[in-house]
């Protein structure tokens, strides 16, 4: 008998999404993509050899199950699951309006999308009674996180099932966090998109500190990003994208109201301050 493998889509084949189209290939996935950009629909086709698709309105029964690859590959997929990397929430509303009628009760929606929070909230209201399960998917590790399967993902709402966290820690994930309510994953995400922009503020601000203080900026920075002061912003400073950061940070100013402001200029103030967080993790 034919061994029957695991299948999905990814549409939005951005940095995020074709990272995670690789590792799930990488891990015997058979995967379909799909984006409205020619150039990233080329680019994953020379890579891979298969056809990417423009649009979720060519992905029938079969294209679902991995149609864009071999026959073979055909045969062998299984229940069909779409990852959802576009960039906004308003192209991930229409992705999932779409896909709520093309696919079927056995399939499932991944929204990987950073959304905005009160959009993810309501996720319950645009599931489809006989549709796929819909997941609110925000992960945390990026590109490279993807693609070596070390991301930190988040399974958002309800319709999570075992299987689902079973599915990522094979293939893309290396700690899976489940949150029982819609909205509480993207919340969450957006809190720690947050503190990596001021992570990434404060290492930038210090460069700037270092440059007026007439030091060696290459020996400095590196000493900031190995030293006790590092972060992974710090390591990754010099690709990051600025615009995505500045986004979310709008996002979640925009659920929470005005961001705190960080400021060292009174030095007291601090071991309050960091004495507060602490009360508060041991309560949790």
């Given at each position: 008998?034919?061994?029957?493998?695991?299948?999905?889509?990814?549409?939005?084949?951005?940095?995020?999404?074709?990272?995670?189209?690789?590792?799930?290939?990488?891990?015997?996935?058979?995967?379909?993509?799909?984006?409205?950009?020619?150039?990233?629909?080329?680019?994953?086709?020379?890579?891979?050899?298969?056809?990417?698709?423009?649009?979720?309105?060519?992905?029938?029964?079969?294209?679902?199950?991995?149609?864009?690859?071999?026959?073979?590959?055909?045969?062998?997929?299984?229940?069909?699951?779409?990852?959802?990397?576009?960039?906004?929430?308003?192209?991930?509303?229409?992705?999932?309006?779409?896909?709520?009628?093309?696919?079927?009760?056995?399939?499932?929606?991944?929204?990987?999308?950073?959304?905005?929070?009160?959009?993810?909230?309501?996720?319950?209201?645009?599931?489809?009674?006989?549709?796929?399960?819909?997941?609110?998917?925000?992960?945390?590790?990026?590109?490279g996180g993807a693609e070596r399967g070390e991301l930190v993902v988040m399974t958002g709402g309800p319709a999570v099932v075992p299987e689902d966290a079973a599915f990522l820690e094979r293939t893309l994930a290396s700690?899976?966090?489940?949150?029982?309510?819609?909205?509480?994953?993207?919340?969450?995400?957006?809190?720690?998109?947050?503190?990596?922009?001021?992570?990434?503020?404060?290492?930038?601000?210090?460069?700037?500190?270092?440059?007026?203080?007439?030091?060696d900026i290459p020996a400095t920075a590196e000493l900031l990003r190995r030293g006790s002061g590092g972060s992974w912003m710090a390591d990754a400073f010099a690709g990051l994208v600025d615009d995505l950061l500045a986004?979310?940070?709008?996002?979640?100013?925009?659920?929470?109201?005005?961001?705190?402001?960080?400021?060292?200029?009174?030095?007291?103030?601090?071991?309050?301050?960091?004495?507060?967080?602490?009360?508060?993790?041991?309560?949790?």
């Amino acid at each position: 008998m034919t061994e029957r493998r695991d299948a999905a889509a990814v549409v939005g084949l951005g940095d995020l999404g074709i990272s995670i189209a690789r590792r799930l290939r990488e891990t015997g996935v058979v995967v379909t993509g799909i984006d409205g950009a020619a150039e990233r629909r080329s680019l994953w086709e020379e890579e891979t050899g298969l056809g990417a698709l423009a649009a979720t309105d060519e992905l029938g029964p079969n294209r679902a199950a991995g149609a864009s690859a071999a026959t073979s590959d055909r045969e062998q997929a299984g229940v069909p699951r779409a990852f959802i990397c576009v960039r906004t929430t308003e192209q991930a509303a229409a992705v999932v309006d779409d896909l709520n009628w093309r696919l079927g009760p056995d399939s499932v929606l991944y929204v990987v999308t950073t959304l905005a929070v009160d959009f993810a909230r309501g996720l319950g209201e645009r599931a489809a009674t006989a549709g796929p399960r819909l997941i609110e998917l925000p992960v945390s590790g990026g590109r490279g996180g993807a693609e070596r399967g070390e991301l930190v993902v988040m399974t958002g709402g309800p319709a999570v099932v075992p299987e689902d966290a079973a599915f990522l820690e094979r293939t893309l994930a290396s700690l899976v966090l489940p949150m029982p309510r819609y909205g509480d994953a993207t919340l969450a995400k957006l809190l720690n998109n947050a503190l990596a922009a001021y992570n990434a503020l404060a290492f930038g601000s210090a460069v700037e500190l270092a440059a007026e203080a007439g030091l060696d900026i290459p020996a400095t920075a590196e000493l900031l990003r190995r030293g006790s002061g590092g972060s992974w912003m710090a390591d990754a400073f010099a690709g990051l994208v600025d615009d995505l950061l500045a986004k979310d940070a709008a996002l979640l100013a925009a659920e929470l109201g005005p961001l705190p402001t960080i400021d060292l200029g009174d030095p007291d103030a601090l071991p309050p301050a960091l004495a507060r967080a602490r009360s508060l993790l041991d309560e949790g």
